[in-house]
């Protein structure tokens, strides 16, 4: 089955400081990547997630990059703010072929000083 | 967006006793929902694959017979923790898909947190 590696577990940064979270996957059919923010208590909300026919996609101060041949994808943050602080999990599926459920990585708990 | 209801946010109960919770997809059809369970400082870990109208695929050393699922419509399941311990209290957290669409995002329900004392 898919294993998905997660890193760092922590991560501290200046406030208008980038951010960066990079996972690997080991299931090579895997082709839906997404990323989730979960705040303490609360449900993960997905902020942004991409499919194995791009190779980057962005939202404003957020993108993800994905590279299929080293099974690899990131998350970067641009000019990061307080609220910006939770707790991020990146996850990967197959879609379209026999959906299969969501594995996720062991997240990164992001800490943004003001 | 559509939305995942998860119910109930908060239980406590004793130990022994079985406690249910129940997930529903308010606005599309879900044949299929997954229920994650979530220790503190932890991942969200797969437990179960509820399938509607058929018997839940339960993932490596989650015990069915503890974790009652039932799928009985295409816009609810529930998960029943029978015979509750201590070790059991965790975020229990549905999700669901609309099948309909091949591209679906996961929705997540809020979340359980169920004590055992």
């Known amino acids: 089955g898919e294993n998905v590696e997660q890193h760092p577990s922590t991560l501290s940064v200046q406030e208008g400081d980038s951010a960066v979270i990079k996972c690997t996957y080991s299931d090579s059919a895997s082709n839906y990547f997404p990323w989730y923010k979960q705040e303490l208590g609360k449900r993960p909300q997905l902020i942004i997630d991409i499919r194995s026919n791009v190779g980057e996609k962005k939202d404003q101060r957020i993108a993800v990059t994905l590279n299929k041949t080293a099974k690899h994808f990131s998350l970067h943050i641009t000019e990061t703010q307080p609220e910006d602080s939770a707790v991020y999990f990146c996850?990967?599926?197959?879609?379209?072929?026999?959906?299969?459920?969501?594995?996720f990585g062991k997240g990164t708990r992001l800490s943004v000083i003001a | 967006g559509a939305v995942v209801s998860q119910h109930p946010s908060r239980v406590i109960c004793k130990s022994g006793t079985s406690v249910k919770i129940e997930c529903r997809s308010l606005?599309?059809?879900?044949?299929?929902m997954f229920w994650y369970r979530q220790f503190p400082k932890q991942s969200l870990m797969l437990m179960a694959t509820s399938n509607e109208g058929s018997k839940a695929t339960y993932e490596q050393g989650v015990e069915k017979d503890k974790f009652l699922i039932n799928h009985a419509s295409l816009t609810l399941s529930t998960l029943t923790v029978t015979s509750a311990h201590p070790e059991d209290s965790s975020f229990y957290i549905c999700?669901?898909?609309?099948?309909?669409?091949?591209?679906?995002?996961?929705?997540f329900g809020q979340g359980t947190r169920l004590t055992v004392v």
């Open positions: 999700s669901a898909e609309d099948r309909l669409k091949a591209d679906a995002e996961a929705f």
């Open positions: 996850a990967a599926s197959r879609r379209n072929s026999g959906n299969t459920p969501l594995v």
């Open positions: 606005d599309f059809q879900a044949t299929t």
